[in-house]
């Protein structure tokens, strides 16, 4: 939590110094400066996950054939289908969960 508040502090203080030292002094423009500041530094972080998830989207593509017979073939035993569709994708499309795919990259 004390991280959390220390980036807190930061920020206000980054909005704060540049209504002070900004054109008009006006904190709607600091804050929007400081906004478009933070997007800017996470755009990597935010063009990364969407890669992965598409790759994860298309993995899913792939196997949805055999998902589907799997649901199909369990349509009577509810209980069933999850854990054979769960196996199926952890073998299949294990490689392209977005949370792995981005820390292994």
Known sequence: MAYWEQV???LRE?????T????????GAGIAIVTLLARLALLPL???LARAMA?????????RPELDAIR???KSDPGGSP????ACFSVKASRSCPVR???ER
């Open 20 to 27: 002070l030292t900004g054109h008009g002094r006006n904190i």
């Open 101 to 103: 795919a981005f820390w």
């Open 8 to 10: 807190v502090a930061v």
């Open 46 to 48: 935010a063009v990364k």
């Open 83 to 86: 854990k054979k569709r769960g």
């Open 72 to 74: 199909t073939r369990f």
């Open 55 to 63: 790759a994860h989207q298309a993995a899913v593509q792939r196997i």
């Open 14 to 18: 980054a909005i704060f110094a540049y």
